[in-house]
């Protein structure tokens, strides 16, 4: 089965490590999951990952009275952000579990499993 990971980060967290260079903290934590995921990519699990623009450089696109229209900026006001995303192909739910469990362990941040719908979802 195929999951989506996305790791969120707090928006706080954020503007800080955009604003200026990351902290050693945040250099580190990446460090380790950059090994990690040469570990997954070792198992064939790993299938893709990246991590995502600023908030702040987004565009909304919603239906309205008026029509279709495109804004600048995120959808909400966010007190957390989606930092990345991941996808893994793995066996199942419980696998996906192990592996983010050691994803926040190392970076720290709450992460969200959504299998993704396809041939073999159940």
């Known amino acids: 089965m195929k999951f989506l990971l996305l790791s969120y980060t707090p928006a706080q967290a954020w503007d800080a490590e955009t604003a200026d260079v990351p902290s050693q903290e945040a250099l580190d934590a990446f460090a380790a999951y950059q090994k ?4 997954l990519r070792e198992t064939g699990e790993f299938v893709l990952s990246e991590g995502l623009g ?3 450089v987004s565009t909304t696109v919603r ?6 229209t495109a804004t600048d900026g995120p959808f909400a006001e966010l007190k957390e952000v989606l930092a990345s ?3 893994i192909e793995v066996s199942g739910l419980e696998r996906a579990k192990d592996i983010v469990a050691r994803m926040v362990e190392v970076l720290g941040e709450p992460m969200e499993i959504r299998p993704i719908m396809g041939d073999d979802f159940a």
């Open 36 to 39: 990690f995921e040469a570990e």
């Open 54 to 56: 600023h908030p702040a």
């Open 63 to 68: 239906r309205t009275d008026a029509g279709v």
């Open 85 to 87: 995303f991941a996808i």
